[in-house]
T-cell receptor, first 111, second 111 residues
Framework: DQQVKQNSPSLSVQEGRISILNCDYT??????FLWYKKYPAEGPTFLIS?????DKNEDGRFTVFLNKSAKHLSLHIVPSQPGDSAVYFC??????????FGAGTILRVKS | EAGVAQSPRYKIIEKRQSVAFWCNPI?????LYWYQQILGQGPKLLIQ????????DSQLPKDRFSAERLKGVDSTLKIQPAKLEDSAVYLC?????????FGPGTRLTVT
């Protein structure tokens, strides 16, 4: 039972343009949604999170949008930089319970 | 603030041998997770601790995997006996509030 889905295995974007990574979920009880970035041979690094009671959260070049009615969230990176090339994981937290991850999306930013 | 520490970083064993991984979470974080990440997939939750108590171990293969978190701080994950399909990266994370932080992981190769 995959509660968090990232349907795009990879995404390629030109440097300076916008990267949009998508995530869908099935459990209405999730309280928070988190995005992580992972480089090879390293653990996932926390990027940004959003509470289920909000629809947008922004931190520098990173913005996360949440559409609860569609059970969909997206991470926008503007402008994209070559150093952003990594695997991005969407995760969902049901407070006090498990933290569930999607399968990840590989982002390649071309210079 | 020190991050999540894990050791060893790499381990190679033969099938049917045993192995143990160690995790030291961020100080003050009551929630600790162990995840298994197979190449090309998202992290899969194995076990969640709240202080020294188990909250969720529904996906832990209990016939061969065991974990403990004595005194609610450090944690160890053990596999005995190991199988070829246990080859993966084992990630430890600790959480406070809506943010979970990961260690660098232990890459296990079972031959």
């Amino acid at each position: 039972d995959q509660q968090v889905k990232q349907n795009s295995p990879s995404l390629s974007v030109q440097e300076g343009r916008i990267s949009i990574l998508n995530c869908d979920y099935t459990n209405s009880m999730f309280d928070y949604f988190l995005w992580y970035k992972k480089y090879p041979a390293e653990g996932p690094t926390f990027l940004i999170s959003i509470s289920s009671i909000k629809d947008k959260n922004e931190d520098g070049r990173f913005t996360v949008f949440l559409n609860k009615s569609a059970k969909h969230l997206s991470l926008h990176i503007v402008p994209s930089q070559p150093g952003d090339s990594a695997v991005y994981f969407c995760a969902a937290l049901e407070y006090g319970n498990k933290l569930v991850f999607g399968a990840g999306t590989i982002l390649r930013v071309k210079s | 603030e020190a991050g999540v520490a894990q050791s060893p970083r790499y381990k190679i064993i033969e099938k049917r041998q045993s192995v143990a991984f160690w995790c030291n979470p961020i100080s003050g974080h009551a929630t600790l997770y162990w995840y298994q990440q197979i190449l090309g997939q998202g992290p899969k939750l194995l076990i969640q601790f709240q202080n020294n108590g188990v909250v969720d171990d529904s996906q832990l293969p209990k016939d061969r995997f065991s974990a403990e978190r004595l005194k609610g701080v450090d944690s160890t994950l053990k596999i005995q006996p190991a199988k070829l399909e246990d080859s993966a990266v084992y990630l430890c994370a600790s959480r406070h509030g809506d943010r979970a932080y990961f260690g660098p992981g232990t890459r296990l190769t079972v031959t």
